[in-house]
């Protein structure tokens, strides 16, 4: 049989010919500053970004946290950041350590602070920075983690809901995230009272020592979103948060999982307060096209620890809903905790609509409120139409590996159908019609995998030794022997001091022009930049510099 291979390359650039420059930031931004690409940069210590003035970060930057400082960026209320990387040129957040060496909670991590509203019931009379809060419009709290101070740089919420803070595209966070005790942490992207004109696209926070994702209240929307191997929660949303959040995926890694006390480590970690109260804004944020992938991978053969609980915990009279979504590989799916939640969900205030539970060990889906239970599952499977399935096989294509996963739907998957948008909840302009469940598929005929490109789900072994990361395309050319499936690839790359070839079948390659024989699967076989459903083969090659994608 003929075999077709057709492959992309990525070519990494750096401005590195005669030396790298670096530069260090730390205590205070007061005025309009532009971090270049040309540059490695050091965070050290808290750092904040005040007085209105906005932080530029070109596309392709390096940022590394020091370690061993806390050191954490922290945009206070009025000023912005303006992060804009792009699918080829991310913008990286990461720890100070050589590869190889780095842990979660290297460093602090990123804290973005607005004025939208909260729902706390009064400003807090013991914060820092109380006497500031107390001459400001709407109602302010100080962020977790010790970051405010006498002049209030760590206080968020106010009373406009379409405050902007800025915008982040683009963006990796790895190893951030300090704990400094129970409920006092720093998470990996930390969201205070963040107003609904701030822009949040495409970030990954990768191995945060506490939360991926927090939201403090707020308004603020996003898409694209990953999660990988956190300690605590992927995503946790209180204090009012009511936001609308549009394919986003978390898979965690059975070796990283909270130590506290209670079942601690969760996918979705949702409250309304800590009252709990049924203060308003209630915390009601909209979430669809979301993949959540726990440690069971067969079983209970990768739960290290009984730490792993839910997919989902929604308690303290939270309304958070969902659509759309797979939770696989969790020993609950879903747990509506306490009675606030499930009588919400019993009366449709709370939805969770067409979603999949796959492959948990206690139960797909439970009320903590005895009564309810049944009637909660008998909802959840019937006018709900969500699905409850024993296993996580067949429904994603390779979802549990760790370094190279693909969270697409598998030939025949159930999550390739079943997608509705009829619900008021996810209708209106911001939310994108899908047909698929979880958070990638086909839209019109087209793959949406849209973590090609940037994101990383192996940072451990990514040397940040060079300022900037430039994706640029070439084709390569190669010839191919039918018979023996053999493939010799060149490149027209020039100056390149290195290459990593993946084949994309297990093997690799440091040669410059390297052959290849593939398994004998007769076939044809393509890879590109789209990524499309029928790839089989893909390779990188390095350029100056040890930074590498494929696709």
Not at 222 to 229: D, P, V
Not at 495 to 500: I, L, P, W
């Given at each position: 049989m003929k075999k077709i291979f057709t492959l992309l390359a990525a070519i990494i650039t750096a401005n590195v010919a005669f030396g790298q420059a670096v530069a260090t930031l730390s205590g205070e931004i007061t005025a309009n500053r532009t971090l270049n690409n040309d540059t490695i940069y050091f965070l050290d210590g808290f750092v904040y970004v005040k007085n209105g003035a906005t932080i530029t970060i070109e596309p392709g930057t390096i940022i590394k946290g020091v370690s061993g400082e806390r050191s954490t960026l922290i945009i206070t209320?009025?000023?912005?950041?303006?992060?804009?990387?792009?699918?080829?040129?991310?913008?990286?957040?990461?720890?100070?350590?050589?590869?190889?060496?780095?842990?979660?909670?290297?460093?602090?991590?990123?804290?973005?602070?607005?004025?939208?509203?909260?729902?706390?019931?009064?400003?807090?009379?013991?914060?820092?920075?109380?006497?500031?809060?107390?001459?400001?419009?709407?109602?302010q709290t100080n962020i977790e983690g010790d970051l405010d101070n006498a002049n209030g740089d760590g206080l968020y919420g106010g009373n406009d809901d379409t405050d902007n803070s800025g915008t982040m595209t683009y963006v990796r966070i790895e190893y951030a995230g300090v704990v400094i005790n129970t409920g006092n942490e720093i998470n990996g992207f930390t969201l205070g009272a963040v107003g609904s004109g701030t822009t949040i696209n495409n970030i990954q926070v990768s191995y945060a020592n506490d939360d991926s994702f927090e939201w403090f209240g707020g308004?603020?929307?996003?898409?694209?979103?990953?999660?990988?191997?956190?300690?605590?929660?992927?995503?946790?949303?209180?204090?009012?948060?009511?936001?609308?959040?549009?394919?986003?995926?978390?898979?965690?890694?059975?070796?990283?999982?909270?130590?506290?006390s209670g079942p601690t480590t969760n996918g979705f970690e949702s409250d309304n307060d800590g009252g709990p109260t049924f203060n308003n804004p209630r915390t009601a944020p909209v979430f669809s096209n979301v993949t959540l992938v726990g440690p069971l991978a067969n079983g209970v053969a990768l739960q290290q620890s009984?730490?792993?609980?839910?997919?989902?915990?929604?308690?303290?009279?939270?309304?958070?809903?969902?659509?759309?979504?797979?939770?696989?590989?969790?020993?609950?799916?879903?747990?509506?905790?306490?009675?606030?939640?499930?009588?919400?969900?019993?009366?449709?205030?709370?939805?969770?609509?067409?979603?999949?539970?796959?492959?948990?060990?206690?139960?797909?889906?439970?009320?903590?409120?005895?009564?309810?239970?049944?009637?909660?599952?008998?909802?959840?499977?019937?006018?709900?139409?969500?699905?409850?399935?024993?296993?996580?096989?067949?429904?994603?294509t390779a979802p549990f590996n760790y370094g190279n996963p693909n969270f697409l739907p598998a030939a025949n998957s159930p999550a390739l159908t079943g997608g509705s948008f009829t619900d008021s909840y996810v209708s209106g302009n911001f939310f994108t019609p899908t047909t698929f469940r979880g958070a990638f598929g086909t839209?019109?005929?087209?793959?949406?995998?849209?973590?090609?490109?940037?994101?990383?789900?192996?940072?451990q072994n990514e040397n940040y030794t060079t300022p900037g990361?430039?994706?640029?395309?070439?084709?390569?050319?190669?010839?191919?022997?039918a018979v023996l499936n053999v493939a010799d690839f060149t490149n027209s790359s020039t100056?390149?001091?290195?290459?990593?070839w993946d084949f994309g079948d297990g093997q690799t390659s440091?040669?410059?022009?390297?052959?290849?024989?593939?398994?004998?699967?007769?076939?044809?076989y393509q890879g590109n930049f789209n990524c499309l459903p029928t790839m089989r083969y893909r390779y990188c090659y390095q350029h100056c510099t040890n930074y590498c994608y494929w696709c």
């Open positions: 209320r009025g000023s912005k950041i303006n992060a804009a990387g792009t699918k080829n040129q991310p913008i990286v957040f990461t720890s100070d350590k050589v590869a190889g060496d780095r842990n979660p909670g290297d460093w602090g991590g990123i804290v973005l602070l607005g004025k939208a509203r909260i729902n706390r019931s009064a400003d807090c009379t013991t914060c820092p920075g109380a006497a500031i809060a107390a001459n400001e419009a709407g109602i308004t603020v929307s996003a898409k694209n979103l990953i999660s990988l191997g956190a300690i605590d929660d992927d995503f946790d949303t209180d204090f009012g948060f009511t936001g609308k959040i549009q394919f986003a995926v978390a898979q965690r890694d059975s070796n990283n999982y909270d130590t506290g009984n730490s792993f609980q839910n997919a989902a915990r929604l308690r303290r009279n939270t309304l958070t809903s969902v659509f759309n979504s797979v939770f696989m590989g969790f020993p609950t799916g879903i747990l509506v905790d306490g009675a606030g939640s499930t009588a919400a969900y019993l009366g449709d205030t709370l939805r969770l609509k067409n979603n999949i539970s796959a492959g948990a060990t206690v139960s797909d889906i439970r009320s903590t409120v005895g009564a309810s239970d049944v009637l909660v599952k008998t909802k959840f499977e019937g006018p709900d139409a969500c699905d409850t399935l024993d296993a996580t096989a067949g429904i994603l839209i019109n005929g087209t793959v949406y995998q849209w973590d090609e490109c940037w994101a990383k789900y192996n940072p990361i430039n994706y640029l395309d070439v084709v390569a050319g190669f010839s191919t022997n100056n390149a001091t290195a290459y990593a440091t040669e410059a022009f390297p052959s290849h024989t593939y398994p004998n699967q007769n076939g044809t």
